[in-house]
């Protein structure tokens, strides 16, 4: 049996993907019969997109069934555009031009204001969408091929408008990050809204009033106006005047501000819940919910129109609705683990109940992730490897030259190396002195948005010698060990047989490790403190980078810092190899596994909506933070 998946980010298996519908439908079928699973689904892919590089690619192609589960990117608006008849998009690539996506940089500037919102469109109407699915159904149906859809439900919870400008300078009703030390101001309104900011979070509200009062009546910058007026009225919340806060957001409202109108909408269901005004809250968080063009989340409208395709075209239908819940998401569209089991157990009982003999794809039984541009609309000559730039045309010996370069005169003019080696140099393991080593010289995968891969190439060659030295007495012990074939399998590049191996990697760990460690956990305190609210609040800036390393799905470990975490994981892999002392190896592990449990426990009762769910939160971390520094102090390396 041959199955393809065409959808976004929900059904994508980039990264950890083991937890995935997909992988899991998989593992599930296997079982039972010979199957080939073949999944396309990309981040931030729409319906057009997948539309298009069906016939193009797959049209013609013989295979059992078609899932597909798209909704979620529909109605954000987007600088990407929607529906055109195959034929006229064909031909009009044929001679249309496109640059390369040069301009995308995961290393950009975050969080500094802007003074302007851009104006977009939603890349598909609710006409377009029916258009794009209905083509492919088609086709699938004059093939024979069964088609099943997906209905999308997402997480009504979630904050509202996301991808919008400036996003990060707004307050929420019972949201309490600390953002203001990594805003940015471009002017002296920006420069005050963040001192307003900064006064608001550390409590000092009569402060914040009165800047958030002056911008909003004086501020010649609209942006700044709006932004200051949503803050005073949070602010009021804070000071229970609960009755004044309302008042100035249903004055927005009234005022009709159509960019900001969800985030008002959102503000006012909370102090109406507060207020156990239960028919005031359902009617405001609904509407913030389904008029949000500003987050990746499907709207009922297009929940309809996938209701109307499988009772018009007769195909099968998986209406998420009534098999997840609410609990089954963290993040704004993306099911959790418990959520993806659920997809896969009812995929599956869909295909066996319908099942027939089926076609073989001999020698070919397994699982395929295939990542396509998710710009594939727009630009289907370009590649997802393109559109991310993770990869580029540079050869070896330039890259070489120009570190060379760099070593001896500790300059870099090429913007690309630099960002590699500023991203690097966040790791305790890798000292600059590795590249006077010819087979530790990035490569072209390595060298741009994604310096990651270095480290991903430099994990799968540390931990073939780490576990030829522990043997899997570690691997079955420690949940959040991942193994050489892992890191092997997660690296980003279009050729996956070239040679990745590093000679003698141990001997190249860095010198000074253990201060490095040491200074690492001084350095990036977020490891050990509370910032479930900053992670909400800054979703757009980490999700997709992110994603590449730990998979798409929500998980409770997106609300704490698992990237740096897992850093100074790596970092006591290395650790563990300069030292001879087994038992201090597994303290420090087992300290790292307190850290996650911790962090999960009191997430878990944050989801759960328990009142008490930071109580001892930080103390606890900070307890664990004390600890892991005794025990690399504790001894010196060997």
């Known amino acids: 049996m041959i199955i393809k998946i065409l959808g976004d980010s929900s059904s994508s298996s980039i990264g950890e993907h083991n937890h995935t519908y997909g992988f899991k439908l998989f593992e599930k079928l296997s079982k039972k019969k010979e199957v080939s699973i073949f999944n396309y689904s990309t981040i931030g892919a729409t319906s057009s997109d997948q ?17 597909i589960y798209l909704g979620n990117n529909e109605c954000v608006y987007s600088s990407k555009r929607g529906n055109n008849n195959f034929f006229f998009w064909k031909l009009k690539n044929i001679f249309n031009f496109r640059p390369n996506y040069s301009n995308i940089n995961f290393l950009n500037d975050k969080f500094r204001f802007k003074d ?41 919870n979630f904050l509202p408008s996301v991808s919008l400008e400036n996003f990060e300078y707004l307050k929420f009703i019972n949201l309490n990050e600390k953002m203001s030390e990594d805003l940015k101001y471009i002017h002296e309104d920006s420069k005050k809204l963040i001192e307003g900011i900064k006064n608001f979070e550390n409590s000092n509200y009569e402060k914040a009033k009165i800047t958030f009062k002056k911008l909003s009546s004086h501020s010649k910058n609209e942006i700044v106006k709006l932004v200051s007026t949503n803050n005073l009225a949070v602010t009021m919340y804070n ?51 389904d008029n949000d063009l500003y987050s990746y989340r499907v709207k009922n409208e297009y929940r309809e129109i996938i209701k109307e395709i499988s009772m018009q075209e007769k195909v099968q239908l998986l209406d998420l609705k009534n098999i997840l819940s609410q609990k089954n998401f963290i993040d704004p569209c993306h099911p959790n683990k418990d959520g993806h089991e659920k997809i896969a157990n009812n995929l599956c009982e869909l295909i066996i109940k319908n099942q027939d003999k089926g076609l073989k794809d001999l020698g070919n039984n397994k699982f395929h992730s295939i990542y396509i ?26 890259i070489k030259k120009e570190i060379e370069n760099y070593i001896k005169k500790k300059d870099c003019k090429n913007k690309f190396l630099s960002n590699f080696l500023k991203s690097i140099s966040k790791y305790p393991f890798v000292s600059i002195s590795i590249f006077d080593n010819k087979n530790f010289i990035p490569q072209s995968n390595e060298l741009f948005s994604y310096p990651e891969n270095f480290i991903h190439r430099y994990m799968y060659n540390l931990m073939i010698v780490f576990e030829k030295r522990f043997g899997k007495e570690f691997h079955n012990k420690y949940f959040f060990l991942k193994d050489s074939l892992f890191y092997k399998s997660i690296i980003l590049k279009t050729n996956k047989n070239k040679r990745i191996d590093f000679e003698n990697i141990e001997k190249e760990i860095s010198q000074n490790l253990q201060k490095n460690i040491i200074s690492f956990i001084d350095s990036n305190n977020s490891i050990f403190q509370n910032i479930v609210h900053k992670r909400q609040k800054t979703f757009m800036k980490w999700y997709t980078r992110e994603t590449f390393r730990f998979g798409t799905i929500s998980s409770k470990n997106m609300l704490f810092d698992r990237a740096n975490l897992e850093i100074l994981i790596q970092s006591i892999i290395a650790f563990s190899l300069k030292v001879n002392d087994v038992p201090k190896v597994h303290r ?21 909506e328990n009142d008490n769910w930071d109580l001892n939160y930080e103390n606890s971390l900070d307890d664990i933070k004390k600890e892991l520094k005794m025990n690399f102090i504790s001894k010196k390396l060997n």
């Open 239 to 289: 000071e229970k005047k609960y009755d004044e806060a309302i008042r100035i957001f249903l004055n927005l409202l009234d005022k009709n501000k159509k960019k900001f109108k969800f985030i008002f909408c959102f503000n006012l269901s909370l102090i109406f819940k507060k207020i156990n005004n239960l028919d005031k809250f359902n009617y405001y968080k609904n509407s913030a919910y």
């Open 116 to 156: 302007f919102l851009t104006s977009k469109k939603i890349p598909n109407t609710t006409q377009e969408f029916s258009k794009n699915i209905k083509s492919i159904i088609k086709s699938c149906k004059k093939r024979k091929i069964k088609v099943i859809l997906i209905n999308p439900i997402a997480n009504q």
């Open 51 to 67: 539309c298009m590089y069906f016939h193009q690619n797959l049209k013609n192609k013989m295979f059992d069934y078609l899932i």
């Open 588 to 608: 420090l592990f087992n300290s790292i596994s307190n850290l996650i449990k911790v962090h999960k426990s009191h997430i878990s009762k944050y989801l759960s």
């Open 373 to 398: 541009n998710p710009d594939y609309f727009n630009n289907p000559k370009k590649s997802f490897y393109d559109y991310y730039l993770i990869e580029n045309n540079m050869k070896l010996d330039d």
